[in-house]
């Protein structure tokens, strides 16, 4: 079983950036696929960032291309979302995910709030 915890959400006003972390349990961590989506109110899971194990290779929503940027420490276990150019529409919960081997391992959210 591997643990994925978020954190770095909060409340932040339009046009404002925020860094959310996701660390993941595990010696493989290097091998595991990284991402992240996120939940607004009576909406639908919605993909929003993924990563590879190159550090190169990334993919982005096209709601966020250009606004959101992901990475990933491998020593750490961490993988980092930073987001710049907030707008309300990125109001939701977002949730950080880690495909290990085939199983997709989710983490429990944290919220994002943005302000107009």
């Known amino acids: 079983q591997v643990q994925v915890v978020e954190s770095g959400g909060g409340l932040v006003q339009a046009g404002g950036s925020l860094r959310l972390s996701c660390t993941a349990s595990?010696?493989?961590?290097?091998?595991?696929?990284m991402g992240w989506y996120r939940q607004a109110p009576g909406s639908e899971r919605e993909f929003v960032a993924g990563i590879r194990r190159s550090r190169t290779s990334t993919s982005y929503a096209d709601s966020v291309t250009g606004r959101f940027t992901m990475s990933r420490d491998d020593v750490k276990n961490t993988v980092y979302l930073q987001m710049n150019s907030l707008k309300s529409e990125d109001t939701a919960v977002y949730y950080c995910f880690a495909d290990v081997f085939g199983t997709r391992f989710w983490g429990q959210g944290t919220q994002v709030t943005v302000s107009s």
């Open positions: 595990g010696r493989t961590f290097s091998s595991y696929v």
